[in-house]
């Protein structure tokens, strides 16, 4: 079955521009997107399409993605950005999750 | 605006079945999938399958197949998913979402109804 793995844990000082991987099979071609969960809250997505931000993300939070790997990269980092963020795929017909990476923002 | 709420807590013993539902509102129901998604204490979303509401056509996770029966009643715009035979780590938090078709992201998401397996 298809995999996404992601690094379980990030650490960023304010202001600084955090990076979060995403690795898996042509991951590039599946139009990849990242979502933000903060605790107890549901998931909201920051990212679609590959660098597309719904309405209402701010403008820091962009990405990539190129072959196996895509990256969320969150620039001026705030210490309300600090969140699970996890990567999803759809992968013939189904949805899959990375396993989640903790932002720590210190 | 667009809303998906479900329905409330439960507790369950291990071998029950469990039954979340999902009202949309704010959308036309038949024009998007509605995914379930769970989050079990302290872990990761783990994907479950999707129902499309104008057809009734669904599609699950693997590791689900057998024990997870997803449905929908057009008529009161309401997504169903139903795990049967229940085990303790089962236990998780289930969400319902939305999405566009294949290829798009879950956009709008459900506040989550908490399933409690115990003896």
């Known amino acids: 079955s298809y995999e996404l793995t992601q690094p379980p844990s990030v650490s960023v000082s304010p202001g600084q521009t955090a990076s979060i991987t995403c690795s898996g099979d042509?991951?590039?071609?599946?139009?990849p997107c990242w979502y933000q969960q903060r605790p107890g809250q549901s998931p909201v997505v920051v990212l679609y399409?590959?660098?597309r931000r719904p309405s209402g993300i701010p403008e820091r939070f962009s990405g990539s993605s190129s072959g196996n790997t895509a990256t969320l990269t969150i620039s001026g980092t705030q210490a309300m950005d600090e969140a699970d963020y996890y990567c999803?795929?759809?992968?013939?017909?189904?949805?899959?999750f990375g396993g989640g990476t903790k932002l720590t923002v210190l | 605006q667009v809303q998906l709420v479900q329905s409330g807590a439960e507790v369950k013993k291990p071998g029950a079945s469990v039954k979340v539902s999902c009202k949309a509102s704010?959308?036309?129901?038949?024009?998007?999938?509605i995914h379930w998604v769970r989050q079990a204490p302290g872990q990761g979303l783990e994907w479950m399958g999707w129902?499309?509401?104008?057809?009734?056509?669904?599609r699950d996770a693997q590791k689900f197949q057998g024990r997870v029966t997803m449905t929908r009643d057009t008529s009161i715009s309401t997504a169903y998913m139903e795990l049967s035979r229940l085990r303790s780590d089962d236990t998780a938090v289930y969400y319902c979402?939305?999405?566009?078709?294949?290829?798009?992201?879950?956009?709008?998401w459900g506040q989550g109804t908490l399933v409690t397996v115990s003896s």
């Open positions: 979402a939305r999405s566009g078709t294949a290829g798009t992201s879950l956009d709008y």
């Open positions: 704010g959308f036309t129901f038949t024009d998007y999938y």
């Open positions: 129902i499309n509401p104008n057809s009734g056509g669904t």
């Open positions: 042509e991951l590039g071609y599946k139009y």
């Open positions: 399409q590959d660098n």
């Open positions: 999803q795929a759809w992968d013939g017909g189904t949805v899959v």
